[in-house]
């Protein structure tokens, strides 16, 4: 007979004493070595042993890491002739303490397992008065569990290369990280919600730019980012939807031939076609210029992707553009949803004298859009952060002198881009990455669960 409550308080204490009291050494051994690398860790990369007094910035990993992450360092370092002397790196601390907590989550999580594993044996084995041994116990976790066992390592890798950058940009938005506060030379600090104040004020606010210019370049570059993502979805899908119900006609020759030809643009690499689209659409030495001022059609070079007094022009200009690379993935897609659709409802519609207009409406479309609501879903919000055609093909110029490190044509993501590359500051850049994820996120999870292939999913 064992006591449950003496296995896990046993491993409460000492990780894999409950394990070694229920019988299994395997498991005791797995748990305890797991516990003592930990302490290890946290031992070996401190200066625990120093006869200095002690200080936080001296613990190891873990210790050290948290610490660093309340507070962001506390010694700065100093300019000599010598170089930087040693201090705080508040970017560096920021990331270790994020790294420090995942990992002592997953140490937790563990720890935690190792106390219920104890308390759960011990009473099986008081129950029914057989022991499994760690063998048995792995064998039966290898069967019953496999599929959790082999996503371990996919897991974490995902936790430290998405999960941990998501995190640290997150957080950034909450510190003063920007040109005029950049380590190592200076220290970052936590400072709450100003951020997001600084952003959504109204009037005046103390230095170079005033509360009003960030919202007002904020409102315009969103307005401008979902009228973009929806005019270059919605009209893209629909035109691919057209494209593939006239090829899927039955009197339509070379069919094959018509494919091919219209699903180049999407074939090609999207940067090659941004890039010669802009000089195709140069204002001053572009090629289709040259031809219409010969043709006589215009007077004066258009400048398709600067026009200054007229932003909307490049806006269209790009729209236009962004469908042409767009349709032919639709036309395809949605050919492939047409042919799977059976011949024996379009028989059984005719039968009972629905013509084509009727089996369109009533049986091709709702078909369609069923099989490709999530696809549009996902495009909406890869055009909500397509950054590549308005990078490669305006630099979101024209230049707006009321917007703040904003173009005309500039999306959030564009927006952002420059925001960290050219002016370095990386805390109203973390601002804006996380209205962008609130608004796809929120749009995204909304459609999604509503959606047949969803629910039919679920």
């Known amino acids: 007979m064992k006591n449950p409550k003496i296995a896990a308080f046993s491993s409460l204490i000492l990780w894999g004493t409950g394990q070694l009291y229920n019988g299994q050494v395997g498991k005791a051994i797995f748990f305890f070595v797991l516990q003592i690398g930990t302490l290890l860790i946290e031992l070996l990369t401190g200066n625990y042993f120093l006869n200095e007094q002690f200080a936080f910035r001296n613990m190891g990993f873990f210790g050290k890491g948290i610490w660093g992450i309340l507070t962001l360092g506390t010694q700065t370092s100093i300019l000599t002739e010598r170089g930087l002397s040693a201090g705080d790196n508040s970017v560096m601390l920021l990331i270790q303490g994020i790294i420090a907590v995942i990992l002592l989550a997953i140490i937790v999580g563990v720890w935690y397992l190792n106390v219920k594993d104890a308390y759960v044996t011990a009473k099986e084995i008081s129950e029914s008065n057989i022991a499994i041994s760690s063998r048995g116990w792995l064998k039966k976790t290898w069967e019953n569990s496999f599929e959790y066992l082999i996503m371990i390592p996919s897991a974490f890798m995902l936790l430290m290369f998405v999960v941990m950058p998501m995190i640290f940009s997150f957080l950034v938005a909450f510190t003063n990280y920007n040109n005029n506060n950049m380590p190592p030379t200076n220290l970052l600090d936590w400072v709450g919600l100003s951020n997001f104040s600084r952003l959504f004020s109204l009037g005046n606010e103390s230095g170079t730019f005033g509360g009003d210019i960030w919202l007002h370049t ?119 949803v047409m042919t799977s659709i059976s011949k024996d409802i379009y028989e059984a519609a005719e039968i009972d004298g629905a013509n084509e207009k009727q089996q369109f409406w009533k049986i091709t479309l709702p078909l369609v859009l069923s099989a490709t609501a999530p696809l549009l879903i996902m495009n909406f919000a890869s055009n909500f952060n397509n950054f590549g055609l308005i990078y490669f093909l305006t630099g979101g110029g024209p230049i707006n002198p009321n917007f703040i490190h904003a173009g005309q044509t500039d999306i959030l993501i564009s927006w952002i881009f420059k925001l960290t590359l050219d002016q370095r500051m990386y805390d109203m850049a973390a601002v804006m990455s996380i209205i962008i994820f609130l608004v796809i996120g929120t749009i995204s999870a909304w459609n999604f669960t509503r959606t047949k292939s969803f629910k039919e999913g679920a």
């Open 218 to 336: 904020f409102l315009h570059v969103f307005l401008w980012t979902v009228l973009f993502a929806v005019l270059s979805t919605v009209i893209p899908f629909f035109l691919g939807l057209f494209q593939a119900v006239v090829l899927n006609n039955k009197r339509v020759k070379a069919k094959k031939v018509w494919r091919s030809v219209l699903i180049l643009p999407w074939a090609m690499p999207a940067i090659l076609s941004q890039l010669n689209f802009q000089q195709l659409l140069n204002g001053q030495f572009g090629p289709i210029n040259r031809m219409l001022l010969n043709l006589g059609v215009i007077d004066s070079p258009i400048f398709w992707l600067s026009d200054p007094n007229n932003p909307w022009l490049p806006r269209m200009t790009i729209v236009l553009i962004g469908i042409w690379l767009g349709f032919p993935y639709f036309m395809a897609l949605m050919s492939g």
